[in-house]
């Protein structure tokens, strides 16, 4: 059921990165927060490195990443394993260079290339 949950704040995410190039904090805040659930009840330990690590990016570059992509990591911490954050993270970023060059686009949202490696390392 938490896969869903994700996926589906993670579709939603994607869509408004790709038509406003910015990520509505109230979602990321909802999923953050629904997160605490399950760190709760199972135990788990939030993993906030990947998302504080995005953030900074964001703050040296001028956010060329935007903070909302730092922010998303932050709340998919909540949610993910580090291993697993970390290989959506890189598959994500992999995959947003690949179209990049391949379509010769010099900035693109990143949270559609997430959600793409998220289901790849999640559903399939």
């Known amino acids: 059921m938490g896969r869903l949950w994700v996926l589906g704040h993670m579709l939603f995410l994607s869509a408004e990165d790709i038509k406003e190039r910015q990520l509505s904090l109230s979602v990321i805040l909802e ?54 954050l970390l290989y959506m993270l890189f598959l994500g970023i992999g995959l947003g260079v690949l179209y990049g060059f391949c379509f010769r686009q010099k900035e693109l949202p990143l949270v559609p290339f997430l959600t793409a490696a998220y289901v790849i390392g999640e559903w399939i």
């Open 31 to 84: 999923l953050g927060c629904s997160g605490i659930l399950p760190v709760l009840y199972k135990g788990y330990t939030p993993q906030w490195g990947p998302g504080l690590l995005v953030l900074a990016a964001g703050f040296i570059s001028r956010e060329q990443i935007g903070y909302g992509d730092g922010w998303l990591l932050l709340a998919l911490g909540m949610w993910m394993p580090l291993l697993d």
